[in-house]
């Protein structure tokens, strides 16, 4: 079955997609928006530059992870990479003790912890070139668990280094959907536009790569350099994510997913944009429900691990058939 | 080399593992925000010194005890059942499941007894793990890795559930306890429904045969003449009620199941009979240790059990993960 060579459907969708995403931004902006209305518009506007921040992240990466492994049942955090982060986060914030935590500017302390992600993402390079050569539930199953162990971890030293605040220190160090690090948003945005700029000139590197190693080879592409450039971005992206919302495990999956499906390509100019308008229209329209509708009981992470979780269980089933 | 002779060796071993467990118990009587010394244990003269002892920290002990010996079987339990090394209550949504009993109860009947509580969170339990079984079921082809990561999943599905329900009905803190082991609030009157899953555990030992006779499936076991169906529901029913019973006492206390009872088979072999004591013995060992462990680090602080079990837990199953690996390539 030939792909339909004319790009018009994909754009079409693409247009679809945008506009869907601009209209769950307009209703967060301006529904139910009271006397106060500058003061809350600029409130809201914040809240959804990170909520597409965060959507662009986990979106874009999943997918250039997704492509380089040519896999797509694992993702960036079902490998423990956003628990790696939080661990860095742990052992960089407590470590210096509490000087840190109010002498030192939030964003070199982020840009510190990028930084030893990309170096990390060395070991983890290694690691996945082992996992395509295992199976993929050897190698989900050590993932999730490697996972568990870093989270262990990181909550281990939390409470040793300061027992008595745990609880408030959590709080107040990491982030969730409900409390945004918003001091961290122009950096992400610059970190985010600059990973983007790289992206965008190797989407079809990114082609390439998706017909496997040895056909990208074949063609000619240099295969180490574009998936040691892919997994830069991909750590980069998974930092920014982190450090904005926190962990989201399987929300890269869903996305990821649902834009394979709704694309109707394989080409990555198409796939990658579609995956991050589906990602803020969720993540828009989620926190906009969860807000006005169950006014803010709940985190949007729950609702999202929850579906997340499922259709991780409905693929890995499926595909051992 | 004669049977009687391994036997004779095993018994030393298992009597000199059974000293190691005692000498923890004292240490553990000891050892504590407010250490005591031997000798206010044996002369029982200071008040405040028997107060200390006889309220909690001899309730702690034998909590840990009962604890640890009995997730270690439930555990091992669910190995012989399914035929599968990487399956425990933790990665089975069994705990999940018996957290959201609780949880539950709490909400629809807050007054109920902590017993009924307990009996709904085994009956969520059990419930919980038939729903694992029936989507392992669904997958047609079962690889040894499938079962617990499906296991963890569905776990991790069943969490979110019960934090939405909490996050609705403010109970977040209850359910972080739950999910959490920490023996720290251990008080007299507040642990002895531990011993009904012990109980359950002894029960188990009596009739392991039949687990190891009903892994072996459906068609091959009742040739042998074990009832599958109502062996696979007395060993997950015995699974449920000793993981709920600790999770409404102490709180989840993951990855014993799965550590232990593989360390003893790769130890001494997977003869059940003999497996099971040690089982048993080590499981109370390993968690002991860990809550000692987690109770002198910080001293006045604690470090509640679940999360030291947590670390060691996760690393000794990726060890575990690894050496399965390379086995079969």
């Not at chain 2, 997950?236 to 999770?247: K, Q, W, Y």
Request: glycine content about 8%; hydrophobic content about 55%; overall charge positive.
């Amino acid at each position: 079955m030939a792909e339909p060579t004319d790009s018009r459907r994909p754009t079409t969708m693409l247009v679809f997609l945008a506009a869907l995403a601009s209209v769950a931004a307009l209703a967060f902006l301006t529904v139910d928006l009271g006397p106060n209305w500058s003061y809350a518009v600029g409130l809201r506007t914040q809240k959804i530059v990170a909520l597409v921040l965060v959507a662009y992240a986990i979106a874009t990466s999943t997918i250039v992870f997704q492509t380089i492994t040519e896999n797509r049942i694992l993702t960036p955090s079902i490998l423990g990479f956003d628990a790696f982060y939080i661990l860095i986060q742990t052992v960089l914030a407590y470590g210096f003790g509490h000087l840190s935590m109010s002498h030192v500017d939030p964003r070199i302390l982020f840009l510190l912890q990028t930084g030893i992600m990309v170096g990390a993402s060395v070991l983890i390079y290694r690691w996945m070139l082992d996992g395509r050569k295992r199976d993929l539930q050897f190698v989900a199953l050590a993932g999730l668990m490697f996972g568990i162990l870093l989270r262990s971890v990181s909550n281990f030293l939390q409470r040793v280094i300061d027992p008595g605040e745990f609880a408030v220190l959590q709080d107040r160090m990491f982030a969730s959907f409900n409390l945004v690090h918003a001091d961290l948003l122009g950096i992400s945005a610059v970190l985010i536009g600059v990973a983007s700029l790289i992206g965008w000139r190797m989407r079809s590197d990114l082609d390439v790569l998706a017909l496997g190693r040895d056909t990208a080879i074949n063609l000619g592409l240099d295969y180490t350099r574009a998936v040691r450039v892919a997994l830069f971005l991909v750590s980069v992206l998974v930092s920014v994510s982190t450090a904005l919302v926190g962990p989201v495990t399987f929300f890269g999956l869903l996305v990821a997913h649902l834009a394979y499906r709704i694309a109707g390509t394989h080409r990555h100019a198409f796939i990658l944009p579609a995956a991050v308008f589906i990602a803020s229209t969720i993540l828009i329209a989620g926190q906009f429900i969860l807000e006005r509708l169950f006014a803010f009981t709940t985190s949007l992470s729950i609702i999202i691990e929850f579906f997340g979780g499922i259709v991780f269980l409905f693929l890995i089933t499926r595909r051992a058939a | 080399m004669s049977a009687s002779f391994a036997g004779s060796i095993a018994v030393k071993y298992f009597i000199i593992g059974i000293c190691g467990l005692a000498a923890l118990v004292l240490v553990s009587l000891l050892v504590g925000a407010v250490t005591l010394s031997p000798h206010d244990l044996l002369s029982g003269q200071s008040e405040k010194a028997r107060l200390i002892l006889f309220s909690s920290r001899v309730p702690r002990t034998i909590s840990l005890v009962l604890a640890g010996a009995s997730m270690a079987i439930a555990g091992s339990i669910m190995q012989m059942l399914s035929r599968n090394r990487f399956v425990e209550p933790g990665t089975s949504g069994t705990i999940e499941s018996a957290v959201f009993g609780l949880l539950l109860a709490t909400l629809i009947a807050p007054g109920l007894p902590v017993f009924a509580k307990m009996l709904l969170s085994v009956t969520s339990a059990l419930l919980g793990t038939v729903l694992f079984l029936a989507v392992l079921e669904r997958a047609p082809l079962r690889s040894p890795l499938l079962v617990p990561l499906v296991g963890l999943m569905l776990g991790g599905v069943i969490n979110a559930a019960a934090t939405f329900i909490a996050y609705r009905f403010d109970v977040l803190q209850s359910l972080v306890g739950w999910s959490t082991g920490d023996f720290s609030m251990v008080l007299r009157g507040r642990y002895e429904l531990l011993w009904v899953s012990f109980v359950a555990a002894v029960a188990a030992y009596v009739i392991a045969d039949r687990f190891t006779l009903a892994g072996l499936g459906q068609d091959i076991s009742s040739n042998l003449g074990v009832n599958y169906r109502r062996t696979m529901i007395v060993g997950l029913g015995i699974v449920a009620l000793v993981t709920a019973s600790v999770v409404a006492t102490v709180g989840a206390v993951p990855f014993v199941g799965l550590v232990v009872p593989n360390v003893v088979s790769i130890a001494i072999g997977d003869n059940v009979r003999r497996a099971v004591p040690w089982t048993a013995l080590l499981g109370a060992v390993f968690v002991l240790g860990c809550d000692i462990v987690g109770r002198t680090m910080i001293r006045p602080y604690e470090i509640p059990l679940g999360s030291i079990v947590g670390v060691l837990g996760s690393a000794i199953f990726l060890l575990l993960l690894k050496r399965a690996a390379s086995r079969y390539g």
